[in-house]
């Protein structure tokens, strides 16, 4: 499966910005769908997850209650609404997927098979 990322760019703290990922393939409700981060200088970070069929997300404690993930399996796609955004919230933003993972697996970047090529978020103070 192919993954394309996109909604990145450039707003100001307290500002907005919704992402979205599209995969290509006619098994995107197989796959738990997961956003990363990673910002200059450090290691890829999780975000947010989302099981198959919706019912099940997963959020870093950084982002919990100013970030939604969500799916659309009719469109392939997986979002990410990101409100109340701070200058750390700064990075590439990557969606991955994978179709073996069990819930309790979906924040470990190391499970996912499948990578975007990334977004770029810049938060301005």
């Known amino acids: 499966v192919q993954l394309q990322a996109s909604g990145g760019g450039l707003v100001q703290a307290g500002g907005s910005l919704r992402l979205s990922c599209v995969a290509s393939?006619?098994?995107?409700?197989?796959?738990?769908m997961g956003w990363f981060r990673q910002a200059p200088g450090k290691e890829r970070e999780f975000v947010a997850a989302i099981s198959r069929s919706g019912r099940n997300t997963d959020y870093a404690d950084s982002v919990k209650g100013r970030f939604t993930i969500s799916r659309d399996n009719a469109k392939n796609s997986v979002y990410l609404q990101m409100n109340s955004l701070e200058p750390e919230d700064t990075a590439v933003y990557y969606c991955a997927g994978d179709s073996f993972l069990t819930i309790g697996a979906m924040t470990s970047p190391d499970n996912y098979h499948y990578w975007g090529q990334g977004t770029q978020v810049t938060v301005s103070s």
């Open positions: 393939g006619r098994t995107f409700s197989t796959y738990v």
